[in-house]
């Protein structure tokens, strides 16, 4: 073969190996762009969750895939579009760690939340988009479930000024679990009291939602002040083994360092569910941090037999 066509030859393998090349990097650099559009679309404008919760029955169901928009709750630009309150929302909640649930906001900061015979109240007006259906539950006696009977509570808001001192236990609970989403190191140590003694190793006994060292109680009890309540009617009625009946007091403390009340510095909302028997909201540990807000849940895509639903 002579010397110009080999040439012309080895320009054209060249030239072929440079165009896969070039295509081979437009298709990296495509897909790349399309993965950092998809991570960043799923990180902070939409997603889709599963359910896996019965907090929203009958509204969401378990097993259920809902499309989850995600936005900034904190800015006022969002109540300018949405009607806030009522609103589903997926929010990280104090009680559970790292982990998050589906629920309905009844009232936001400043404003004041209180339950009657099953029909919620936000500044003592009757909401009627947040209701227990009584057709599917029994009511319960007012002393007996925060479910149903809750007397007024105010959703702190920036600048509230909280003293431990004087609080009923349902609020100091409360204040305890606004401390916690605000400052670390934070615990509520219970102790049980004879006059003004301290029973050094009290036990527990026989109770049916703890059994063990005042000391050791769980942590996921801790905000839950529907079970402090029902511990201290226990330890009202049940005497211990020297015939004695303490009394529940708390100490709250941020590190080593008891605190008699702090300043609160967030917004919050007061968050329910659907299911009033099984959901546990706003009504057992206060009132959630807007920062913990995750999204706006707005459409079922699919579950229950039921495909791309409106969610309201």
Request: charged fraction near 25%; proline fraction near 4%; hydrophobic fraction near 40%.
């Amino acid at each position: 073969m002579p010397p110009k066509n080999r040439l012309s030859d080895l320009l054209n393998k060249l030239r072929d190996s440079a165009d896969t090349r070039m295509v081979f990097y437009r298709g990296v650099k495509r897909f790349a762009i399309i993965l950092a559009v998809g991570l960043f679309l799923k990180s902070f404008v939409c997603d889709s969750v599963r359910i896996d919760g019965s907090q929203m029955e009958p509204t969401v169901l378990v097993g259920d895939r809902v499309l989850l928009l995600k936005a900034p709750y904190a800015t006022s630009v969002l109540k300018k579009f949405f009607d806030v309150e009522n609103m589903l929302t997926v929010a990280k909640l104090p009680e559970k760690g790292d982990g998050c649930t589906i629920l309905r906001i009844a009232a936001v900061s400043g404003d004041t939340a209180s339950v009657d015979a099953g029909q919620f109240y936000r500044n003592c007006c009757a909401v009627n988009g947040v209701r227990k259906d009584t057709a599917r539950y029994n009511l319960l006696p007012a002393a007996y479930s925060p479910a149903d009977f809750m007397t007024p509570y105010r959703v702190p808001a920036p600048g509230d000024t909280v003293t431990f001192a004087g609080l009923t236990l349902r609020d100091l609970v409360f204040s305890y679990a606004t401390l916690r989403q605000e400052k670390s190191r934070v615990r509520l140590k219970a102790f049980a009291m004879v006059g003004d003694s301290i029973i050094d190793g009290y036990r527990i006994r026989n109770f049916s939602l703890y059994n063990g060292p005042m000391d050791s109680i769980p942590e996921e009890f801790s905000d839950d002040w529907f079970f402090w309540d029902r511990l201290r009617e226990y330890m009202k009625t049940n005497a211990d083994e020297a015939g004695v009946k303490p009394q529940l007091a708390f100490s709250v403390f941020v590190g080593a360092r008891e605190i008699t009340g702090f300043r609160v510095k967030k917004r919050y909302l007061f968050l329910m569910g659907d299911n009033w028997v099984g959901a546990k909201d706003s009504r057992y540990y206060g009132a959630v941090r807007i920062d913990n807000v995750i999204g706006r849940p707005i459409m079922r895509l699919w579950g229950n037999g039921k495909y791309f639903d409106a969610l309201k």
